[in-house]
């Protein structure tokens, strides 16, 4: 079983910029991937960026080239920098882990506030 903490949310204006945390413990070492998803109300939950323990990264199309998702392993942290935030990047922003022990585990964080000011 997986743990996820995220940090980092709040309010920032247009063009701003956060960084958000993703803290994993317990059976970390059976985490195959990890990522950012986030949903906004009345929308569906989306990916975000996420990546693989081979280092392989996917980003959603809406934010390439201004989001970051990178990894310290030995603080097993996932981070995310967000940079030229736009009001529509409005969402709660959570973090999800596919480990594997045995079977297939996917496991959530309870989520973080972005909210980004026009």
């Known amino acids: 079983q997986v743990h996820l903490v995220e940090s980092g949310g709040g309010l920032v204006q247009a063009g701003g910029s956060l960084r958000l945390s993703c803290v994993a413990s317990g059976s970390t070492f059976g985490i195959i991937a990890i990522g950012w998803y986030r949903q906004a109300p009345g929308r569906q939950r989306e990916l975000v960026a996420d990546?693989?323990?081979?280092?392989?990264?996917n980003y959603a199309d809406s934010v390439k080239g201004r989001f970051t998702i990178s990894r310290d392993n030995a603080k097993n942290t996932v981070y995310l920098q967000m940079n030229s935030l736009k009001p529509e990047d409005t969402a709660v922003y959570l973090c999800k882990a596919d480990s594997y022990s045995l079977t297939l585990h996917e496991s959530w964080g309870q989520g973080t506030q972005v909210t980004v000011s026009s």
């Open positions: 990546l693989s323990s081979g280092g392989s990264i």
